[in-house]
């Protein structure tokens, strides 16, 4: 079936240490994104790629990092330098051909700094 | 830039009955989108409904339409003949017409539905 995978489902993360969530699409989607979800405040963009081997800063980009190596694959690395890390994180892609231009998303990632 | 509000952090309602979430944006863009995302328990977002704000006729989604106002800035969406399963978090949300799929969303509204 085609979608997107996200992985893994929980981390948990000492402070200081950088940690790499996984998105992985097989919908043959150009652009993908990440998202970031606290409570009460819906989903904020942190970085997002039309094409391979480009991308650009979101909303709240400051402490994360993300490569666009194949068009599948969309890692996203939260640092040491983000603040508060802790926070459900969502991957979405987007068809080009897409009129509307709606966003399919992941199953999410809950990362929890201890 | 945008912003995308949603006032009701929390709505409830029986099963069978009807129920409207408002969401309201702020814009000076004349071609944009917007969309109601539904993400339950397991926390995926599912697309409900989409709206183009070129388009004056209202969407339509089986059980699920929206009222589009766009001199208000309103696009609200209404849940008719509510199920246990439309039990979920709604979000409201705004794409600029040349913004390349960028979404803001509106913080939220809880749907609780009571049998």
């Known amino acids: 079936d085609g979608g997107i995978t996200q992985s893994p489902k929980y981390l948990f993360r000492k402070e200081g240490q950088n940690v790499t969530l996984s998105c992985e699409q097989n919908l043959n989607h150009d652009a993908m994104y990440w998202y970031r979800q606290d409570p009460g405040q819906g989903l904020r963009l942190i970085y997002y790629?039309?094409?391979?081997?480009?991308?650009q800063k979101g909303d709240i980009a400051e402490g994360y990092s993300v490569s666009r190596e194949k068009k599948e694959s969309f890692p996203l690395t939260v640092t040491s330098a983000q603040k508060n890390p802790t926070a459900f994180y969502l991957c979405?892609?987007?068809?080009?051909?897409?009129?509307?231009?709606?966003?399919?998303f992941g199953e999410g990632s809950r990362l929890t700094v201890l | 830039a945008q912003t995308v509000t949603q006032s009701q952090p929390e709505m409830s309602v029986q099963e069978a009955e009807t129920v409207t979430l408002s969401c309201t944006y702020d814009?000076?863009?004349?071609?944009?989108?917007l969309f109601w995302y539904k993400q339950p328990p397991s926390r995926q977002m599912i697309l409900v409904i989409r709206q183009e704000a070129y388009k004056q006729q209202n969407a339509t989604e089986n059980r699920f339409s929206v009222n589009f106002q766009k001199a208000a800035k309103s696009f609200s969406l209404k849940i008719s003949d509510s199920q246990l399963g439309d039990a979920a978090m709604y979000f409201c949300?705004?794409?600029?017409?040349?913004?390349?799929?960028?979404?803001?969303f509106g913080a939220g509204t809880q749907v609780v539905v009571t049998p």
């Open positions: 814009t000076s863009e004349s071609d944009y989108y």
């Open positions: 949300a705004y794409r600029s017409g040349d913004s390349w799929g960028k979404l803001q």
């Open positions: 979405a892609s987007r068809c080009s051909g897409s009129f509307s231009g709606e966003l399919f």
């Open positions: 790629s039309q094409i391979v081997n480009d991308f």
